[in-house]
């Protein structure tokens, strides 16, 4: 299997900069709670806390699919946030919505637990690809329908560490 250079490592870190910036301003003065969405979001979440200019605290949440998900959609949660969000200002980081189950799913959940407001930062959105209606406030890349690795994103738990994203071929 051969993986193709797609978004190479300058304009991601191009990108995440941009993105960490607007963040920062949109966010100064709050008390903002980066849930990380493992284990895809990880190296996207820590580059983008670390170009910001804000305090942030740091969550990481874990889900999958039931197997067979493509046709029912159910996602399981594998590990939970460790302190409360009620009253925070909680920023979702992921790294790629497709059909938006997953953080159709957390956005519910995380809600449920009240916090003042919850906004979403993904690095990649395949936008076509959507199943559920679920926007991002604040995106990286819109993709057109291709499956893609590396900056944390994986093809059976493999590539995730490729400092830019490739497709396979
Ligand atoms: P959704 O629930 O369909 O939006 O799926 C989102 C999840 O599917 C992501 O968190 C990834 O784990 C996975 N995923 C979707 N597309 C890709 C891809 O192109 N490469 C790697 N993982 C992907
Ligand atoms: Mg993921």
Redesign the pocket.
Known sequence: MEVKKYIDEEEIKRKVKELAEKISNDYRGKEVVLIC?LK??SVFAVELALNMSINVRFEFIEVS?YSGTMST?K?KLNKDISSSIEGKDVLVV???????????YLKDYLLSKGPNSLKICTL?D?KE?R?VE?DAQYTGFVIED????GYG???NEDYRNLNYIGVIE
């Open positions: 969405v895809g979001a699919s959609g996602i992921e790294d790629i919505i497709d059909t938006g189950r997953t953080l159709s990649i395949k690809r199943v679920l291709k499956f893609i690795v994103l994986d093809y």
